[in-house]
């Protein structure tokens, strides 16, 4: 109750039109996934986490450039939808729950996930579980490659967030998943 009632008040503090408050708010509240989880996406979907886009924006300094690919601006949108790595683990994903959709930038995913949360189907609540722990996932193996130097190839990474979800579902589910 209490992280719910933080994250009304989190997102009632930007401001945001009431339909992607609505929606945001449906995929990291009414989920089942780990608080954790649901914490950092919640973080990052309100540009909260601090990825170095935000660092500069504080006046800190430091180079902008992505951890992984050193080639890009590091940000939320790069980070958990433009950077291949994370496309990859998106891409076996949708695979995993027979969505047929290619990973988009994070605007047209917000767009996409704003629509799609409102349908309250089983294909939907596990999107939602997801969702979160692959944002969760993205996130740890950013933070491992920083402080350990090394970072989970994306076909285990996807495994990993698989058994995240799978250990959260029903046997109904499951069986939606994997038969
Ligand atoms: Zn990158």
Redesign the pocket.
Known sequence: MTIKMNLNRGINATHQPQTDKVSWKRLVCINQASLKSIFITWLALQSRIVTKDRLIQWNINCDPL?F??Q??D?SVA??FFS?SYSREIWQKILGLLKIQKIVQSFDLEQQWATRYCRKSSRKCRLYFKFFVETVHNIWFQRNNLIFNGSCQPADLVFKDIDYRVVVRCTESDRKFLYL
């Open positions: 992505c992984f690919c080639k890009f590091e790069h980070l950077y």
